[in-house]
């Protein structure tokens, strides 16, 4: 794949590394020349020196045949102009990471109106990742798609389920908001229809609207998902998408900031967090706001130093769980060893990001389940597919019957379709497919 | 340092080595020379071995490869090549063993000095190898080495860029991969062209491939030991100035040529440059020859403008590539055309091509940055720019060039002061570092065209070996073996 980054920070960097051991062609454009002199000496891609803002440059450097343009520089502006200019000039697939919180929240605006087909904050994606990890203990897998609006997560039946002997008909009726995708006995896969028996001891899949997962979830565990009582050390931007994300999913969060005048604000944007501005790195002040009882704790400073030493901190005065947010992905490895449970590195989680889209392009694929024989892949329904405007219901037919869609993505509204539903152009659809029919199903999707 | 690394790299690099000497066993089969053969096949196997036995000890190297492994790795490749490569002419009794590493690393460097006395006289299947050496060397063993070898990744680029002649090599894909293999299909396309020009002019498939190598590396080997003359024929002349223009110009730019871009040869300042000079250079000597300008010497004067072109064209041409061919003794030349051959060797030809010497962009760039500093004198609040193509040199690339050239011109007058300690006298101790330090091949009066490097005392033949792969090499990637600071951790 022919692939330019712009912006050689330690995102762009650390894209450019993991992307050019895997033999694409990269270019990378920068303003500062010693940093390119830097990646120059260290990777085995070529370097441009210029702004990446200009169309000027960017049309001379052939970004018109791109497969993939990544704005990656410290700057909104510059990324979101880069990306939509690369669009412009026929770059086939364009991201730009933005940090400013403006930008993240209307990021579904900024792609649709720029063009942009990726708007990705570095921060957001670490928040979600440490709310996804923390909602995760007690689960087997979980996974986040649909700009984090849809989930998947897959866990063991208990032994007295509130759903024992009743059909999926009547555990999950169309329109609850969720479906259950796999269930996967004694080593078998099925995927469901309304009159199958769920049993105790089956492993499930379940995909649909957060709220509706969590209920679906109590009802076949028989309990309240999750960690409870969550405290964060750290009001940045980080700090409050994490609040943000775990207010939707009803935990109950504390939030440290040291500053008054950052605490007023998060006061505001947040619902129903309890804000204290305190240093979260003293053990006073941990001890005095109850610590000891939360289930997790996450440090999520702008300092690596401070965050890891306030979670050995945490872990002394009683904290059950502690994540840091560890900036140098150098000291990732080693956070292990101070008894902290999770390290968070925002550069790496949104070169992943980006990583995970370069390895599917046009089909992606968001999970891979019983051992790659079930697939849950999400694809982009563009004006040419013959299916648009039709029911669901008709499409059966034409459906592979080892293939289930799972929800319709269209804008910011998640739709976990009955037979009435139709698929729109535009659409993003998310669909369950056994390994073996996926092809039958792109060539239904995809022209 | 890891040496381990560098033991493994080098291990596959003799191995690979071993393996290119098959193609001259074959020629050795075709023409029933079976103790060139055994002397062949047994320096393959000798090679593989050794390679063997050094990847054997850096099996379990830890992978990361930094500046310094791939600069001292560039420079103990060629010593090491050139030593295996010796291993024939040494196993067929052709030289002793000082003269079959001169010979080969004459060959490798595409110097075309040569040591060989009898040349119709060695069997066919070694001449062979003395030419294949010249085309492997040419656009370089570690370029073949990176275009074929899929695990160097930005390892390679830095072995790329110390091998690569010019102030500041480029890829021409983002990946240094396909850079490599890019340069070898238009080196391989310009073998295949020139390889049949010659057949059609009437050389053998053999004689045809072996002055190709020496035409397109700009060695200088010949089958012959009256060189390109002993064809005696205006199309082979043609031809072979042709290519020789050919292997001295910039290969990127033939790249942008195939790329679309017609006018990429003209809009190419240094190429501009480089066609300037040769054409000046042969108007002046062509008119030198015909006895214009003070009749010097008991100098041979032709009798037509036609043949003084010809002869003129000729030897200008390969002096200014560094190729070393002969159809003329230009020893025999006024002094005026000699000390303009002598000053050409220097200036060689464009970065990027398989010529040797200083290079002409960098000519290009000392002469403006002296013009700017006489100007400086007078105007010392005047900002300048040096610009090559329209593109500003960087302070720091000029300061390397300066360096280089510094560099250059003391290995050049201490090699000379070292060659005449030996005895040599003034023209042959200084040409003879000047054809050697420039990959030229011939020099003047007992190194001279017709003349040949045999009668060097052999701390001379090894010490000119040195010359030519610093020349290759440009410099420091032989000169940093020698830093003890180096070899420390």
Redesign the interface.
Known sequence: MNIFVAGAGSVGFHLARLL??E?H???VIETDADRLEQI???????TLEGSAASVMLLKETGVANADLFVAATGHDEVNLIAAAAAKGLGAKQVIARVDNTTYIEANILYEAMLGIDYVLSPDALSALEIANYIETSGIVAAERFGRGLVQMRQMRVTKSPTTRGKTLQDVCPPGSGALLGVISRNGDFVIPHGDTVVKPGDLVTLIGRNEAVDALQKRFQGKEPGSQHVVIIGGGSIGLHLAQALEERHRSVKLFDRKMDRCNILVTELQKTKVVCRDGTSREALEQEHVADADVFVAVTDDDERNIMACVLAKEVGAEQTIAVVHQPDFAPLVGKLGIDHAVTPRACIANRILKLVHQQGVTSLAVLEEGRVEIVEFAVNLATPIIGKQLRDLKAKLPANALVATILRGDEVIVPSGDDEIHAGDSVVLIVASDSLEAVQKLFVR | MNYRLMAKYLGHFAIAIGLLMLPSAAWAVYFREWGPLLALCLSVAVSCAVGGLLALFGRNAPPRMY?REALGLVGLSWLIAAGLGALPYVFAGVFNPVDAYFECMSGFTTTGSSVMMDIEGTAKGILFWRSFTHWLGGMGIIVLFIAVLPYL??G???LFRSESPGPDPQ?L??????TASILYKIYLAFTIAETVALMMAGMTLYDALCHTFGTLATGGFSTRQASIGAFDSVAVDTIIIFFMICAGSNFALYFALLRGNRKALWQDAEWRTYILVIVLCTAVVTLNLRGVGPADHDTAVYPSLGSALRYAAFQVVSIMTTTGYCTADFDTWPYFSRMLLLLLMFVGGCAGSTGGGIKVVRIIVLLKMAYWRIEYTFRPKTIRAVRVSGLVVEDSVQRTIYAFFVLYLLCFAGGSLFMSFLGLPFQTAVSSVAATLNNIGPGLELVGAVQNYAHVPAVGKVFLSLCMVLGRLELFSILVLFLPAFWRR
């Open positions: 050019s051991t033999n062609d990269i270019t120059d000496h260290a990777l085995d891609v070529s | 500046e990744g930005a390679g680029k830095q890829g894909r983002p990946r240094i991969k396909d």
